[in-house]
């Protein structure tokens, strides 16, 4: 039983330092990510286009908290919820899309 947990303990490490390189490698865009359902590890990710500098506004992070509470039982039905809005995915989903851009 502790090597299952041991194991899925090392994949989520190695999701989440996935995520902060993709994070990294796109400075172009700024990145919030709310935790909605920490059984599913269901996230919102929210992106600003900034294109040369870095920033995350609060309405940002008001976007992203509100369609993760509205919208983490369908996560894909978030599409138009602003025009610089990637829908809620699930931590595996950005993964899969940042592996698949390298």
Do not use: C, Y
């Not at 996935?18 to 920490?38: C, G, Q, S, T």
């Not at 990710?45 to 506004?57: G, H, S």
């Not at 931590?91 to 698949?100: L, R």
């Amino acid at each position: 039983m502790a090597d299952g947990k041991d194991q899925k303990g090392k994949e989520e490490e190695k999701r989440k330092d996935i995520l902060a390189k993709w994070v990294d490698e796109d400075a172009a865009v700024a990145v919030v990510a709310v935790v909605v359902d920490p059984t599913t590890a269901v996230m919102i990710v929210v992106v600003t286009a900034a294109v040369t500098t870095v920033v995350v506004t609060a309405v940002d992070v008001i976007v992203a908290t509100t369609a993760a509470l509205l919208f983490h039982v369908i996560p894909t039905s978030l599409a138009a919820v602003r025009a610089t809005t990637i829908p809620v995915a699930d931590i595996n989903d950005i993964v899969v899309n940042w592996e698949e851009r390298r």
